[in-house]
């Protein structure tokens, strides 16, 4: 029987199928006690990189998922330009994500929830959405959020209700 | 002979002494091929960590003087809160890297140069100041401009007239 993600794939929907793989990447987080957020980098339509946040597993605050999602992707793809990439995140890209996908000349970001979100479960968030910091930077990087925002609150909801989950 | 360092330490005046091992730092990078930029984290007047951009030398882009640093001080400190901590760099830290300071609570930041002047020597960077960040996004970090500037942008003349330079 095919994954949810291969029928997606099968139906060429492809912003909800690598939407998808982010959140099972956050998914697989969460149930390794990490915070609740994934990502999945894309380039030509064809997966670069899916990964989860691993500030806890590495001791690295600056290990969010879209940070170490580049990290990966540059390793990967062996350069540090990421032009034509692009990632899909469960949540909105703090300030720090939002920067480093600048830095990479990510093309596009699709995020599914918010800052706002994130902030409300406990986490220690810059209140500074994608959209002003692209127009105040003037950065190009091209943004669409709340996509799949539904699916995206449900990894906030499980986290919540784990028993060793930690915000920062 | 007691090094340039040694002497600032010596006549007590730490901040000047702390950045100077930024400076040393990112000249190190800079004879590496690397980008002009470093920074030195102190916690409770000791040196934690110092270390320079290798964003190129790491082939990742996030790999900014900051963000290194406070990777690499999370592993000393076994932590991801960098309470207490100061952060002397050489160049304003972009958002990205105001940010990681943000998400890993350091108390203070000291910088040399501005974002404005990286920009002018090529840097792609979102032009948005620590201030702005800080104000926007309600953040408590301390920050101190303009530090040892004259000093500071020597670093940007140095890497000017390297033949090996890159900016990104």
Same sequence: chains 1, 2.
């Avoid at 609740?36 to 001791?59: D, R």
Wanted: with cysteine.
């Amino acid at each position: 029987m095919p994954s949810l993600s291969d029928i997606l794939r099968m139906k060429k929907i492809p912003d909800k199928h690598f939407m998808t793989l982010a959140i099972l990447a956050a998914k697989k987080g969460i149930s390794q006690g990490q915070t609740p957020f994934g990502a999945c980098i894309v380039k030509n339509e064809k997966v670069v990189i899916t990964a989860h946040n691993v500030v806890w597993k590495n001791t690295d605050i600056t290990a969010h998922a879209e940070i170490h999602a580049i990290r990966l992707a540059c390793q990967k793809l062996k350069t540090i330009d990421l032009s034509g990439c692009v990632i899909y995140s469960t949540c909105e890209p703090c300030p720090m994500c939002f920067s480093a996908c600048h830095w990479a000349r990510i093309r596009k970001i699709v995020h599914g929830t918010f800052i706002r979100d994130a902030h409300k479960i406990g986490f220690n968030e810059l209140s500074v959405s994608n959209y002003t910091l692209k127009s105040k930077g003037k950065s190009s990087v091209q943004i669409l959020g709340g996509f799949m925002r539904k699916e995206n609150q449900l990894l906030f909801k499980e986290w919540s209700e784990c028993k060793r989950k930690r915000a920062y």
